[in-house]
């Protein structure tokens, strides 16, 4: 079954990425317009909104190109239509703006730049664009597009005066109450939107049905100084009459409980009418509540009485029940801005594996996967009061009688043990748990709320019955993020470590942030860099990552400059490279979609963060500061680990923090160079300059010919950051050579960021054979061991200690795709305006198929060995070109499509570098074949 899903996967990238299946139209026009990233988005808080479309017809995942004899298609100009009404924009009139005939390339991160946008407002749009083709074909007059199709985006609440509902508390402390006003209307209202502004979880309800397929929602945001709202066209689910508003509530990260505002923005008979939260609104307890601490390994799960259930609770005429009033407060004094990025929901529906009995009611479920969610168990009928208690652990230990450690690494606090006929059986579950009390009633059923576990297994107590075929099943919760690529090769090793990469970005990117694991902890670490470009390359996170690059800039120590370790929710230890996540972060997201505007927001926070770090140097030295889990190096490497005591010493993690230091002045040198900041740019790279070789002098051991220690990173380090003399650098690089393959022996020895780094530079001076043969172990330690190991998503260490399910290791997607496939962002040309297409022929690979939907357009690259040729087809989204590098020694056997290459139209022969022939292409299909 497994290989014949990879065959299916397979068969469908090929499909996508020829020239007969993937390009479907001569047709060039306008299509998947998005407004700040998303199609058709509600609820956007920008005044000046940013819109986006590609050019070309429609594809299979819903991205669009032209057809293969039209090559070098470039825009020159566009128009953009913004109308108050669909009727309107249907007349081709712009009343709210017409841009008119622009003469420009632009088509992503076009600001709108028409009349003031009103609150609470919809907006309806449209675009269309004038092309041409590059030099090099047949000269034609450029042509203009049909108009697009048209989209819409609706505005949050602008400015805090358009808020009228009042912020309330509730009486007693519970942790997930139920909230309720009836009111009535004179008429079926024309457009009715829902403002919800939580801290904490919430669902909304309208006469008894919920808005959404949103879950945990809203994101979590840095509190207590910024709070999201959400919003919902409720139009549909409101009546004449009698009507009744509900609001289910959740603590979630409230530290200080939960406080809330809903505000409802009708149009009823041509009049506006606005309902919101005051003192006359009710609340009573709900069947739910918040077991646990909500902190570090105490995260516990719910509660669920079903014998406090209130039937109708969110409908007009609930008598049941005791209500009491809510109270009003004063306001949290959260900025308080519109959700960006996008909802989390149920990602995947996991049907049980296994179920085994140990021991009288009881039995452990087995969903054959870890992941992040929820178990949702369909009940026989029990007795009223009858109890059901829900284990979860990411882990199964066996261990025999009586015997206190488990077989393998866990950490005592994570353990759970249950006792059997047969001995003790350990799980790792960090304290989660949930409990269910029957109301004695049939048909019920159990599922979380507002919290959510980390799991593979499930041990169920107090079921009298085993669960029947689909009554057990696993939900995965994640950010509701578009696919955006994929990947697969003849190496069937590399594409389970993909898939299961993927699998471990995707339990892990709930909440707008990435968390590093589900259970123990669930805050937003720096670890989150190291998975940047195997989340960027298989999914859209440009709303995503930008929600969580505003979560760093909130945690920023507004007196020091100094990032946290964690965003949002500071807390946790780390060092220098945690906090710069939130510096890389808007570097990339201008590098991989072209957003100056969070650039130049972020500038000031990033050179704040590198001032602080010079601030805590001796003599131009950065030296360790703070305690224990202040100045963390390279996190966890092979033996180095938590389970140890042989972390590196002092100067490891100063040499390494020291390069990363000038890691991050080179990112903030070239910020300033893209904000036009020459004076600054200099002036960082005058400083660069200085401190590079005192960081040598400091940490260079000539007699060993090595830096601080005989391991991987910490030559790495200063190779990368250019820390390394001229003179020098061959001696130091054979040294990282020979440690990977002599003392080594093909495996790595990096923790997680020496590990993210090490794959982003041996893939940027082109030695992907050396990624190649750490990639292929099967051994400790190395991706292929967790596999062999039954691994179904990546660890927190390498040998298998204490997280299943983590953030630490997840880079190699990004090799995959821009490594083997070569599909990479051109520096000159962010956004992949300019594309480089690079691909490694290394080791044992025949093929390789991988596609990429760009913010222009769909990007493929997939080559074949056969034969002694080397086969590359290529696919270019429109308005775009590509610098294609081609392994031949000799341009006179590469040809295109047929032809010489020297010879076909749109390909530009540049330059033989390093036995590779160069060429510039436009947009278009095109097959280059080395004989």
Not at 118 to 147: E, F, I, L, M, P
Not at 576 to 582: D, K, L, R, V, Y
Not at 630 to 652: C, E, H, L, Q, Y
């Amino acid at each position: 079954m497994k290989k014949l899903m990879i065959m299916v996967v397979l068969g469908l990238l090929w499909t996508d990425g020829t020239q007969a299946g993937f390009w479907k139209s001569d047709k060039i026009e306008p299509a998947r317009l998005t407004c700040e990233y998303l199609e058709n988005p509600f609820g956007i808080g920008a005044e000046k909104p940013r819109l986006a479309w590609i050019i070309g017809a429609q594809s299979s995942r819903g991205t669009k190109a032209q057809s293969a004899n039209l090559r070098g298609i470039r825009q020159i100009a566009y128009q953009i239509l913004v109308a108050s009404s669909e009727k309107l924009l249907k007349k081709d009139q712009g009343d709210i703006w017409d841009s008119g005939k622009m003469e420009s390339d632009q088509s992503i991160q076009v600001e709108y730049a028409g009349k003031p946008l009103k609150s609470c407002q919809r907006y309806y749009w449209k675009v269309r664009v004038w092309t041409t083709r590059d030099s090099g074909y047949q000269a034609s007059d450029s042509k203009v597009s049909a108009w697009s199709k048209p989209a819409c985006w609706g505005m949050g609440l602008l400015e805090a005066g358009d808020w009228q509902a009042k912020w309330i508390k509730f009486p007693t402390n519970e942790t997930s109450p139920w909230v309720r006003k009836e009111f009535s209307l004179a008429a079926v209202p024309d457009r009715a939107i829902a403002f919800v502004n939580v801290l904490g979880y919430y669902e909304l309800y309208i006469n008894g049905k919920k808005m959404g397929d949103d879950v945990l929602s809203p994101a979590v945001s840095e509190l207590p100084r910024r709070s999201l709202y959400r919003c919902h066209d409720i139009s549909e689910f409101l009546r004449s009459g009698d009507n009744c508003i509900g609001l289910w509530l959740g603590k979630g990260w409230a530290r200080s409980g939960i406080v809330a505002r809903v505000q409802l923005n009708m149009t009823v008979e041509g009049r506006g009418v606005v309902i919101g939260t005051d003192r006359t609104w009710t609340c009573s307890p709900s069947t739910h509540t918040l077991l646990g601490g909500w902190k570090w390994g105490d995260f516990g799960g719910e509660r669920v009485d079903a014998r406090r259930e209130i039937a109708g609770w969110s409908k007009v005429g609930c008598k049941a029940g005791e209500w009491t009033s809510v109270e009003e407060t004063a306001a949290p004094g959260a900025v308080v801005t519109a959700q960006s990025c996008p909802p989390n929901r149920i990602g995947r529906v996991i049907p049980l594996a296994t179920c085994i009995a140990m021991g009288t009611n009881t039995w452990e479920l087995d969903f054959g996967t870890n992941l992040s969610g929820w178990l949702r168990l369909r009940l026989p009928r029990m007795k009223s009061g009858q109890q059901v208690v829900m284990h979860y652990a990411d882990k199964r230990f066996q261990t025999p009688e009586g015997d206190k450690t488990p077989a393998g690494n866990i950490g005592t606090t994570a353990l759970w043990k249950l006792k059997t006929a047969t001995g003790d059986v350990a799980y790792q579950t960090f304290k989660h748990i949930d409990e269910f009390i029957s109301a004695g009633k049939k048909g019920e059923q159990f599922c979380s709320k507002f919290n959510y576990h980390g799991f593979r297994y499930v041990i169920v107590e107090g079921l009298p019955a085993q669960p029947a075929p689909g009554d057990a099943e696993a939900l995965l919760i994640e950010s509701d993020l578009e696919t955006a690529g994929d990947f697969a090769c003849s190496n069937d090793l590399f594409n389970r470590i993909y898939q299961i990469g993927l699998w471990t970005l995707r339990c892990l990117s709930l909440g707008g942030y990435m968390v590093d694991c589900p259970h123990r902890e669930r805050l937003g670490y720096g670890d989150g860099q190291v998975g940047i470009e195997s989340l960027i390359m298989s999914r859209n996170v440009a709303a995503f990552y930008g929600k969580w690059a505003t979560d760093w800039q909130d945690a920023q120590n507004p007196s020091t400059g100094d990032f946290s370790h964690t965003a949002p929710s500071s807390n946790g230890g780390g060092g220098p490279a945690w906090g710069g996540t939130g510096c890389v972060l808007p570097c990339k997201l201008y590098l991989y979609y072209g957003d100056r505007r969070l650039l130049d927001h972020a500038y000031e926070p990033i050179r704040r963060y590198t001032e602080y770090l010079e601030s805590r140097c001796s003599n131009n030295i950065l030296r360790a500061y703070g305690g224990k889990w202040d100045f963390i190096g390279d996190w966890v490497p092979p033996g180095r680990g938590m389970d140890t005591t042989n972390w590196p010493a002092k100067p490891s993690a100063e040499l390494f923090n020291n390069c990363y230091r000038v890691y991050l002045m080179e990112q903030l040198a070239r910020a300033a160079d893209i904000l036009n900041r020459t004076d600054e740019a200099q002036r960082l790279r005058t400083r660069i300059g200085e401190i590079r070789p005192l960081i040598h002098a400091a940490f260079y051991d000539a007699s060993k010919q090595l830096y601080v220690l005989d391991e991987q990173a910490y030559q790495l380090m200063p190779l990368m950051t250019g820390v390394v003399p001229d003179d020098l650098h061959g001696t130091i690089f054979k040294k990282l050579e020979d440690l990977i393959q002599v003392k080594n022996k093909g495996h790595l020895d990096t923790g997680m960021i020496g590990t993210y780094f090490l794959l982003q530079y041996l893939q940027e001076i082109g030695r992907d054979d050396l990624l190649y043969i750490i990639m292929n172990q099967t051994t400790y330690p190395g991706w292929g061991y967790m596999l062999s190991q039954g691994a179904t998503t990546f660890w927190e260490q390498w040998n298998g200690y204490y997280s299943q399910i983590h953030s630490c290791f997840n880079s190699p997607g990004g090799w995959f795709q821009q490594g083997l496939a070569g599909i990479r962002p051109d520096v000159t040309g962010p956004g992949f305006k300019k594309i480089i297409i690079k691909p490694a022929i290394v080791g044992g690979l025949t093929w390789v198929k991988c596609s990429y939907d760009s913010i222009h357009g769909r990007i493929v690259s997939n080559w074949k060995l056969e034969n002694g040729k080397l086969k590359m087809d290529i696919i270019i989204p429109p308005n775009t070109t590509a610098t294609v590098y081609v392994p031949a020694k000799d341009a006179g056997n590469v040809t295109e499509s047929g032809k010489s290459a020297a010879k076909a139209k749109g390909v530009k022969f540049l330059r033989i570098e390093n036995s590779v022939a160069v060429y510039e292409i436009g947009s278009g299909c095109y097959q280059f074949v080395k004989e």
